[in-house]
């Protein structure tokens, strides 16, 4: 039986083509699937290829498709669609092999590698140092050697992309960004799962590297899913370590770490869709994470690369959601109540416990949520032996008394109102959880964002999946991106990951100039790995580049919301989709004076709110809260009102002592690095008056 690929670029080619031929290339495809040997497939040689594998097929009377086929062993790639002169001129140029030193299937420019280099002094070559042996290791194409060796600067080295074999180029990018090739090759040397050392195509498609750029498809189901959206190409195509930490069968609970834009959360989705396919009928896995907006965008995503029968065997919901609906069925009918309605539970247990000590409502939630809660010391006792390390108020054992008079009124007020607090249901839940609950209640849990959960979320969640066993539990997260102020350490939550960790280095969303920008943003602060040891996120790069981050300042409000209108005005006019544009603000009140603006000059403006996903039916300029960004991303990032008393929200900062005070800013830190790090080609930052204390 014949092998038909559809590889990366192919499918970028044909998201440039005029809807009309795309339903042509489509039903092209699905009968090239089928039967690439069919007598109606109307194959033409490229005499001037520079390989002989290369050879055109029609699909009507302006377009052609270029494929390269191993008829012997019957494998077909469709590489690229273009019109006739076009196509034909790609396909001279180009060269198809398997690579020697990486076992992978390398589509490269050969045409420029064959001009003439003109070698210049190699005190002025980016890669001099580096003799042939070890570029051929990385994956140079030995055609590209010459070409390679004397390229001058890293503008011309990024410049040289489309020329250059995809994992080559990455690896020669980290080689450029001055890492070691000793690790480089390690790499490698951990990706070259079902390498091969033949030229065989079909042996090649097998390996991590190639389905990072080849596709098979099975069935008709599938190859319309991916014509359908045919840029998503998250849904379809993994990079070697993403493809590895999917596919890894672990013993006990599994940690992936990975800076903005590195597709954690795609690693966690298509783990998933993996462990689903080997489910039994009655078992189901749970996908959760800490928001519920952001639950729906994985629910909506996840439609997009399993089958109807993947689908049942997942449950997406925010954990919140889950443990409401859970405590219900036990028949425990309390709700989850949030800031303002505890704000005010808090004051009246202060009033009610007689409190005198001018302590706020504020450092008693904190104190119940960072000492009681989580260290499980929900009675007196329990309190008075906690540890308060960290905590910059200083409580002897009679103020401790005291505090916790207003607890036990803050309690009995829960319990007479039918209402709990996040950490306080947790707790509950999990109690009754190992009450009833023997065994698992899921034999796997997926959990995204897994930073901004909190010790009690994971003590539940370590019940849910029950004793350790294989592949219980899958977390990816990233400190750097913690906007809620929850902190847990895996291991002091019975969640053992030593050994069991990796780590995404490759950033696919943002710009190089971008991620740097943002990164800098949170220099000098100190963040965990989850665990107890630090991860200092300098280990990510990304491969794409494009200019820094736009920063203007305006005298006024009026004068910043025209220069927003004028930018996303110029780019719409230059081509740029509405749906790739979003205008972010800190606070509602501030979004909606920008979308009536937005609005009133003209642009159709559609909100992206926390009770619904970006629909992308609908067009219009996205507009959201830095809150609701978070896990999606765009062309165009505006990241507007970054003022002083905004950024970071002067009502937001946490005055109690110190700490507080510190843990507080970082967040708003973290608030704006991952608003900026939602920007795949450019990012805008504006502001008007004083300019926020961060951008100095």
């Known amino acids: 039986m014949a092998t038909v690929a559809i590889s990366s670029d192919f499918l970028t080619a044909f998201a440039a083509l005029p809807r009309h031929v795309q339903g042509k290339v489509t039903d092209f495809v699905n009968k090239f699937r089928n039967d690439p040997t069919s007598p109606g497939i109307n194959y033409e040689k490229i005499n001037d290829a520079a390989d002989k594998k290369m050879c055109s097929v029609r699909i009507d009377d302006t377009y052609r498709g270029i494929v390269v086929r191993q008829q012997e062993i019957g494998v077909y790639l469709l590489l690229w669609i273009d019109h006739h002169d076009e196509a034909y001129g790609w396909a001279r140029r180009k060269k198809c092999e398997v690579n020697s030193a990486t076992g992978n299937i390398q589509v490269f420019d050969i045409q420029h590698a064959n001009d003439e280099v003109q070698p210049i002094a190699p005190e002025f070559c980016l890669f001099a140092e580096y003799s042939d042996e070890e570029l051929l290791k990385i994956g140079v194409p030995e055609e590209q050697l010459t070409f390679v060796k004397n390229i001058p600067h890293l503008t011309d080295f990024y410049a040289s992309k489309d020329l250059l074999p995809e994992d080559a180029y990455e690896n020669l990018e980290w080689l450029a960004n001055e890492f070691p090739i000793e690790d480089v090759l390690a790499m490698i040397e951990e990706n070259k799962k079902n390498a091969t050392n033949t030229d065989n195509l079909g042996e090649a498609l097998q390996t991590a590297g190639s389905q990072k750029s080849f596709v098979v498809v099975d069935g008709e189901e599938e190859l319309l899913r991916i014509m359908a959206e045919p840029l998503e190409k998250w849904r379809v195509f993994l990079h070697p370590t993403q493809r590895r930490i999917v596919e890894k069968n672990c013993s006990g609970p599994a940690r992936v770490l990975g800076g903005a834009g590195t597709g954690k959360t795609v690693v966690a989705m298509h783990r998933a869709k993996w462990l689903a396919s080997k489910l039994g009928e009655k078992q189901s896995i749970l996908f959760t994470t800490f928001t519920a907006n952001l639950a729906a965008d994985i629910k909506e995503n996840l439609r997009k690369i399993c089958t109807t ?381 004083t300019p926020s204390e961060f951008l100095e």
Not at 482 to 510: D, M, P
């Open 309 to 689: 029968q993947e689908q049942r065997h997942i449950e997406v919901v925010n954990l919140d959601a889950w443990v409401s609906q859970y405590l219900r069925e036990q028949g425990y009918n309390s709700n989850i109540v949030y800031d303002d309605t505890l704000s005010g539970i808090w004051e009246e247990a202060i009033a009610l416990a007689g409190d005198t000590s001018g302590l706020t409502a504020q450092f008693y939630a904190e104190e119940w949520a960072k000492v009681v809660a989580s260290q499980d010391a929900f009675t007196q006792d329990a309190y008075l032996k906690a540890s308060r390390l960290g905590r910059g108020t200083r409580l002897d054992r009679k103020k401790r008394v005291q505090v916790w008079h207003v607890f036990d009124e803050y309690l009995n007020i829960l319990r007479d109102r039918a209402v709990r607090d996040v950490d306080t249901a947790y707790y509950e839940c999990r109690k009754i959880a190992e009450k009833n609950l023997p065994n698992a209640v899921f034999p796997h849990i997926v959990i995204d964002e897994g930073q901004d959960l909190s010790p009690n979320a994971y003590r539940l969640l370590r019940v849910l999946a029950g004793p350790e066993h294989q592949n219980d539990l899958f977390i990816v997260g990233d400190t750097h991106q913690r906007i809620y102020k929850n902190k847990a350490t895996l291991s002091k939550c019975g969640i053992k990951v030593r050994g069991r960790s990796s780590y995404l280095k490759i950033n696919y969303r943002t710009t190089e100039e971008i991620r740097k920008y943002a990164f800098a943003l949170l220099k000098g602060i100190p963040f965990d790995d989850l665990d107890e040891d630090y991860d200092d996120g300098k280990v990510c790069q990304s491969l794409t580049h494009g200019d820094m981050p736009t920063v203007q300042n305006f005298k006024d409000a009026a004068g910043e919301c025209a220069y927003i209108v004028s930018e996303i005005k110029a780019l719409i006019q230059s081509g740029v989709d509405a749906k790739s544009i979003c205008v972010v603000a800190r606070t509602h009140k501030l979004l909606n004076d920008y979308t009536a603006q937005l609005t009133q000059a003209g642009l159709r403006v559609y909100e992206i709110k926390r009770s619904k996903v970006d629909d992308r039916n609908y067009d219009g300029i996205r507009v959201a809260t830095m809150h609701r960004v978070k896990g999606l991303e765009f062309s165009y990032m505006f990241v507007a009102a970054v003022n002083k008393r905004i950024v970071p929200l002067a009502s937001a900062i946490n005055h109690t002592d110190a700490p507080s005070e510190a843990e507080s800013i970082t967040a708003e830190k973290c608030l704006l690095y991952v608003a900026l790090t939602r920007a795949q080609k450019r990012a805008y930052i504006t502001c008007y008056g």
